[in-house]
């Protein structure tokens, strides 16, 4: 049986003695069947010489850019429309794989056809010099809902983003642009299928990609440098509108549990980094995508828990749709989506709320409209 191809994409945005470790990391691999890309996002005469002198060095090495410069997304883009393995591994200048890295996640992943990405440790020095090893979490449930949840629960760190991807089963995934881009990508990637952790294979890193200087990784990103204010509202931002509205993968799954899933993401982040004022993601969100129209999705979707509110029966404390309702809006409101401006539609709901109120005073029809409510003050 022939081996499978595997895609090395090295992407340059900065040191290219990086680029050349990084290169020699690839050059190394016990896997034998490999295509190397440096993926120039530079465009300078440097950057061509270097891509020309390693291609001379090893036939399996060609180069992949653009007439001018390009951020980190555009350029890790290049690297994965260009690619014709099988499977598929980013690199960049603050990263290096251990000779066997690759090896052993194609070994694992042809063995096991659910799964669509292996990574595994990784290893860093300290501000005192010393050895840090961060070990990898395994997202295996069946249920794509499950596993996002675990996988954002779960994870340290974002360098699952250097796995071995199973290319073609991660067709047409969404790639933004955005300081924590890569929670996103690793969350599309969980929806679609399993993620092993192997704790054999090493990655070596400069330093954690969430350790990286924000204002910096906005500047090699191309993107706005209100993202560097605060790096993991920018991620929750990202998150949200990733699962809730633009990845069409998650399209068949109904809307309620699609916005509650993405509530949980970005609940998450909140929770486990220090987010500096949730009431902002909403804003973060429109600015990060300003031509997908985020503030009508948003108030679309508070119209659409509006009414589901409105049709339960009642607010049952063991009825786990009633609470994952309420816990969702509890977040969007943490998130200040009150704040959207109101159309004449919106400003008609809270006056049929307000007449509800008045009529009825039993406790039930009580809760709901305060609930509702608190989503439009």
């Known amino acids: 049986m022939a081996e499978p191809r595997v895609t090395i994409a090295i ?31 530079l465009a300078t005469q440097d950057t061509v010489a270097l891509a020309a002198r390693l291609a001379e060095a090893d036939s399996r090495i060609r180069a992949v850019r653009k007439r001018q410069a390009v951020g980190i997304i555009e350029t890790c883009l290049l690297g994965w429309k260009a690619a014709q393995g099988e ?34 440790s990784v290893s860093w020095r300290n501000e005192a010099g010393e050895a840090v090893v961060g070990m990898p ?36 995934m969404p790639l933004f642009g955005g300081l924590g881009f890569y929670y996103a990508w690793l969350a599309s990637v969980a929806w679609r299928g399993k993620v092993a952790a192997l704790p054999e294979m090493k990655l070596h890193r ?12 906005v500047v090699r990103i191309g993107g706005g440098n209100f993202q ?9 931002a990202l998150l949200f509108c990733n699962i809730a509205f633009l990845d069409e993968a998650l399209a068949g799954l109904p809307f309620l ?3 509650r ?3 949980t993401a970005a609940d998450a982040v909140a929770n486990r980094r220090k987010v500096l004022d949730e009431g902002m993601l909403i804003s973060f969100a429109a600015r990060l995508f300003p031509s997908e129209r985020i503030l009508e999705r948003f108030r679309d979707m508070r119209t659409a828990l509006a009414d589901a509110v409105m049709r339960l029966p009642a607010l049952s404390s063991t009825d786990p749709f009633a609470q994952n309702l309420v816990g969702t809006i509890n977040v969007l409101c943490r998130m200040r989506i009150g704040n959207i401006p109101m159309t004449k539609d919106d400003e008609d709901i809270i006056r049929q709320l307000e007449i509800m109120w008045d009529r009825d005073k039993r406790a039930g029809a009580q809760n709901k409209i305060a609930i509702v409510s608190a989503m439009y003050l």
């Open 137 to 172: 979490a395994s997202v295996a449930y069946e249920d794509p809902v499950r596993r996002v949840e675990l996988l954002l629960t779960s994870m340290t760190g974002g360098e699952a983003w250097y796995g071995v991807h199973r290319r073609r089963a991660l067709a047409n």
């Open 261 to 263: 899933l993405a509530a």
């Open 11 to 41: 992407v340059v945005s900065g040191s290219l003695d990086g680029v050349e470790r990084a290169a020699c990391s690839a050059m190394a691999q016990s896997f034998r069947n490999l295509e190397i890309l440096i993926c120039d996002g």
């Open 87 to 120: 499977y598929f591994v980013w690199l960049d200048d603050r990263t290096r794989l251990d000779p066997e890295y690759v090896a052993l996640a194609v070994r694992f992943l042809e063995t096991n056809a659910s799964h669509v990405l292996a990574h595994g």
């Open 206 to 217: 400069d330093r954690p990609l969430d350790e990286e200087d924000a204002s910096e990784q």
């Open 257 to 259: 549990e699609r916005v």
């Open 228 to 236: 560097a204010t605060d790096r993991w509202l920018t991620v929750a």
